[in-house]
């Protein structure tokens, strides 16, 4: 059974950082794009990053890059997001999601929250 | 950017009505759209890929259809286990976008 476990979110003051974990098991995941989706509390869903099997290629939307970070660990099974200068509008449940287009497994979801 | 929208943001209905619910996007997508259902304090789940496309195990009821940029995801008689948010997402260019959400409520 394919499991994403998101962990590290939390409480963080505004300029404060944040690394959040994703533990994925049940597939190969060396095989797999992987992808950091999030959702502001009451709104719609935001792709945030996205990054290739080997690690080479990695995406960002605009309003994040230069600010956060995807990377991953294949030996850990480990998906990352480091996440630095947070900034209020930053606070949302952080998904992590498996694959390039269709995202067909997805974790639960870890909430972070940006305030002072 | 690629924009998506939805039509209608909301909607309520009867179970065993048929309900459809629109997503365009702003430049030509070919197929490369899919359909999430969230249900309340839930991740995602993924239910139509590549606009027409069943994953499996959801069941028949669902379905999508279009390309390029206008698109439609249907229910053909709504359940009430159906309740919750429905998002289109195209992935033709990066960054992938979704659509605002159209919440489905049962009367």
């Known amino acids: 059974e394919v499991q994403l476990v998101e962990s590290g979110g939390g409480l963080v003051q505004p300029g404060g950082s944040l690394r959040l974990s994703c533990a994925a098991s049940?597939?190969?995941?060396?095989?797999?794009?992987m992808a950091w989706v999030r959702q502001a509390p009451g709104k719609g869903l935001q792709w945030v990053a996205n990054?290739?099997?080997?690690?080479?290629?990695?995406n960002y939307v605009d309003s994040v890059r230069g600010q956060f970070t995807i990377s991953r660990d294949d030996a850990k099974n480990s998906l990352y997001l480091q996440m630095d200068s947070l900034r209020v509008e930053d606070t949302a449940v952080y998904y992590c999601?498996?694959?390039?287009?269709?995202?067909?497994?997805w974790g639960q979801g870890t909430l972070v929250t940006v305030s002072s | 950017d690629i924009q998506m929208t939805q039509s209608p943001p909301s909607l309520s209905a009867s179970v065993g009505d048929r309900v459809t619910i629109s997503c365009q996007a702003s430049q030509d997508i070919s197929n490369y759209l899919n359909w999430y259902q969230q249900k309340p304090g839930k991740a995602p789940k993924l239910l139509i890929y590549?606009?027409?496309n069943l994953e499996p195990g959801v069941p028949s009821r669902f379905s999508g259809s279009g390309s390029g940029t206008d698109f439609t995801f249907a229910i053909s008689s709504l359940q009430p286990e159906d309740l919750a948010t429905y998002y289109c997402q195209q992935y033709d260019s990066v960054p992938p976008t979704f659509g605002p959400g159209t919440k489905v409520d049962i009367k």
């Open positions: 999601a498996r694959g390039r287009g269709a995202h067909r497994h």
């Open positions: 049940g597939f190969t995941f060396r095989n797999y794009w």
């Open positions: 590549d606009a027409s």
């Open positions: 990054i290739k099997q080997d690690g080479d290629e990695k």
